[in-house]
């Protein structure tokens, strides 16, 4: 079945309509000082950069905007600070839904 111009329209609009509702979800769970999982460049050497190694971190919420998160990176050596961070919406989204899911079901 081929859809018509306005057709496809609408369906974009729709699937974008609900992207958008679940960033905005998203936006009224998250708040500074939560913690959530996020995926990062590995580049403690110039081979793990050029490798594009990537590794998921645990993050501190410092502050919530309307496009993007900004964190603190966890270090995962005891005593070391972690770097700062702005993550988008739309990765964090990706990345924390099962983690929100399973928070909303009493898990």
């Known amino acids: 079945m081929l859809l018509g111009k306005d057709e496809e329209k609408l369906q974009r609009y729709t699937q974008a309509q609900i992207f958008m509702d679940r960033i905005a979800l998203a936006a009224h769970k998250v708040k500074p000082g939560d913690k959530l999982t996020v995926w990062t460049l590995k580049c403690s050497t110039t081979e793990a950069c050029n490798n594009r190694t ?35 919406w739309d990765d964090i989204v990706k990345w924390n839904k099962y983690l929100w899911e399973g928070a909303q079901d009493g898990r």
């Open 54 to 88: 990537e590794v998921h971190r645990k993050a501190k919420v410092i502050a919530v905007y309307p496009h993007f998160v900004h964190t603190r990176l966890l270090s995962p050596y005891p005593g070391r600070t972690g770097c700062e961070e702005s993550f988008r």
